[in-house]
């Protein structure tokens, strides 16, 4: 009979460092939490798009809004879907207002100071939308220059924000056209689930159309997954074919399926304010501090 020698832990023996990884297995770097700043402006503008329906613009337009200003960033979010459901999510009422971005983009003589409201977050201000701006899909078509007339209109306050976050319409048409034209980098906010990565192929072609034809400066600051959900193997998939196709374009950062977004929807609040021990709440401010660290926000 062969005796089974048990193994002997060394005493004093250094363990392995263990290695954390993001969800496709790349090390996870430590993003620190960035340092307040001297001054504020010129702010780098980001267009949060996906042509794709629920798929998580809106609440990442807020919640990395609400993260960006809890580390002292200016932060101005454009509410620049029809629907008003940036407005509404921040504890705006959109149709109780005389101005929205729909009089500042289309009518002589409106000031973007007379359409901007402060939030109840500090150092976050909205340019609220309503149901107002899809008429002006079709009266921009005979505009000289209508892809640039968001541009135009954020000229004046750049200089007081650090970062200028614009939540999308879900759809390919002149009014994102705008929002591409006007930004300096687009974050894709992709749900973790097959059919809404189809749709990436040809939001990226559009992207590279614009940046040709007209704004050279734009870049893809990085696709975020959305609604992820680790229990499940179809998540895990789709991760994985985006980090395939897509490389590092694809953040660390990634946003879990929680009912506590939703919530926080209904109480017009950021979920940072919401639930701010959530970790939905800890994830956006992830996201923030990567975005600060890749020099994607200040």
């Not at 832990?9 to 969800?23: C, H, I, K, N």
């Not at 894709?188 to 992207?207: D, K, M, Q, W, Y």
């Not at 017009?268 to 501090?289: C, K, N, S, V």
């Amino acid at each position: 009979m062969t005796d089974v020698v048990a193994p002997v832990a060394v005493v004093g023996a250094p363990e392995a460092p263990q290695v954390v990884t993001d969800v496709v297995g790349r090390p996870l770097p430590t993003f620190a939490v960035p340092p307040p700043l001297a001054s504020h402006g010129p702010a780098r503008i980001i267009a949060m798009c996906n042509q794709k329906g629920g798929v998580g613009k809106t609440t990442s337009t807020i919640n990395l809004g609400a993260a960006l200003a809890e580390y002292g960033r200016r932060v101005l979010l454009v509410d620049f879907d029809p629907q008003g459901a940036a407005s509404v999510g921040i504890g705006v009422n959109p149709h109780e207002l005389d101005l929205t971005i729909y009089n500042l983009i289309m009518e002589r003589g409106i000031r973007i100071e007379d359409v901007l409201i402060p939030s109840g977050i500090d150092n976050l201000d909205v340019l609220p939308a309503n149901i107002d701006l899809s008429a002006a899909e079709v009266q921009l078509v005979g505009e000289v220059a209508r892809e640039s007339v968001l541009a135009r209109a954020l000229r004046p306050v750049l200089d007081d924000y650090d970062v200028v976050l614009i939540d999308c319409q879900p759809s390919l048409g002149l009014l994102t056209v705008n929002a591409l034209t006007a930004a300096h980098g687009v974050l894709i906010p992709l749900e973790c689930e097959f059919f809404a990565l189809r749709g990436v192929a040809l939001l990226v072609e559009t992207i590279e159309k614009v940046r040709d034809r007209l704004n050279p400066a734009l870049e893809i600051d990085g696709i975020l997954p959305t609604m992820y959900d680790s229990r499940t193997l179809h998540s895990r998939e789709v991760v994985a074919r985006v980090h395939e196709a897509f490389g590092d374009t694809l953040l660390h950062s990634v946003i879990g399926r929680t009912v506590k977004f939703p919530d926080a929807s209904v109480a017009a609040e950021p979920i940072t304010a919401y639930a701010p021990g959530h970790p939905g709440a800890a994830a956006y401010r992830q996201l923030a501090r990567e975005l600060v660290a890749r020099g994607d926000a200040a």
